[in-house]
């Protein structure tokens, strides 16, 4: 990272995400759910909210009853950060079944064609509105193909409808074709191999009340920090965390440290020095710009995730400047 003020002040307070209690982790924490096939998104987190008594909870990126795979579940104040898994890229696991005899040579020749940015149009039955839409296929790898059944994987934008790609490549095909079934085993960085069933999120939660065992639960819940992984970063100094918390923008003379790179008006996570998520803003200036700059706003702050009084204040409201100072 760019170091904007070697100088700042040693973060002595705080505490890191992996050094939260379970309790602290409920209340602003995701986990990877395996939902099963059956049930909805909204029926499968209100079990989950049951299973772990917690008052607000919210789900990322829906998936439809007959399809089954990872689910982000957001709890407390990760719920506030549900608009960056609903952004983040997908991957599937397809069953397409075609409804006529093709060469297998041929299969694979149009598949590969679907690979990069297609056109696409929701169905009549979605949740979004019906206009034309482009969307990135990054990759599509055929597993498998026995008859009329192919198996693929496929890694794609979030929002692309795998359902219309089956069916566009039977036309394609000139014989149609349909999905017959549906796993999503990724979800932004959240994969099937770290992620709990609604069985386990309830005994994990049960063995921490009776047994004060949580070595279980604690692995099932991630700090809602691994939601803003894919975001730049820019390290907070300590004296203008608490200042952020009560609403101020960050100016450069907040800023410790930052990614390279980062451009104007990009979506950026501010973070302390011990890798906590302090809030989310829009950089009003770029990464060259703060280093080559003392003075200006540097982020105009969007959400903030931390409370205040977590970090000492270090700061006081100028009625000359009518802003907030910060005390170095």
């Known amino acids: 990272m760019l170091i904007k003020d070697p100088k700042a002040l040693p973060d002595r307070w705080g505490k890191r995400p992996s050094d939260r209690t379970v309790g602290e982790l409920l209340s602003a924490g995701v986990i990877a759910l ?3 096939r059956g049930p909805t998104s909204h029926q499968v987190t209100a079990w989950a909210r ?3 008594h917690v008052d607000k909870i919210g789900h990322g990126g829906t998936l439809d009853p007959y399809v089954s795979g990872i689910l982000p579940i957001c709890t407390g104040k990760a719920v506030r950060l549900t608009d960056l898994v609903l952004s983040s890229n997908k991957e599937y696991v397809c069953i397409m079944r075609l409804h006529g005899d093709v060469p297998e040579k041929k299969v694979r020749e149009v598949i590969g064609n679907f690979v990069g940015k297609i056109y696409q149009l929701p169905p009549v039955r979605s949740s979004v509105k019906r206009q034309l ?3 990135n296929v990054s990759s599509i790898d055929i597993l498998d193909i026995q008859g009329r059944d192919v198996l693929f994987r496929i890694s794609c ?3 692309t409808y795998v359902r219309r790609i089956c069916s566009d490549i039977g036309e394609a095909l000139g014989c149609g074709a349909s999905m017959t079934e549906l796993r999503r085993p990724r979800s932004g960085m959240m994969e099937e191999k770290d992620s709990a069933t609604l069985q386990d999120l309830r005994d994990a939660y049960i063995l921490w009340q009776q047994n004060g065992r949580e070595e279980w639960l ?13 975001l730049p970063k820019i390290i907070v100094k300590a004296t203008a965390v608490d200042a952020i918390c009560h609403g101020a923008d960050l ?4 800023i410790h440290m930052l990614d390279d790179d980062i451009r104007k008006n990009a979506l950026v ?3 302390t020095a011990r890798g906590e998520l302090v809030a989310i803003g829009k950089m009003i200036m770029s990464s060259q710009k703060i280093m080559s700059t003392d003075k200006g706003k ?8 931390m409370e205040p009084g977590h970090y000492p204040r270090m700061w006081h409201y100028s009625t000359d400047l009518d802003d907030i100072v910060i005390d170095q």
């Not at 604690?218 to 894919?230: G, T």
């Not at 540097?298 to 995730?305: G, K, M, N, S, T």
């Open 251 to 254: 100016n450069i003379q907040g």
């Open 157 to 159: 934008d979030a929002g």
């Open 133 to 135: 839409r482009i969307r």
């Open 218 to 230: 604690r692995s099932l819940i991630r700090p809602m920090e691994c939601l803003v992984e894919p």
């Open 269 to 271: 996570a501010l973070m």
């Open 298 to 305: 540097a982020v105009d702050v969007d959400r903030v995730l």
């Open 50 to 52: 049951d299973a772990l």
């Open 34 to 36: 395996d939902k099963p």
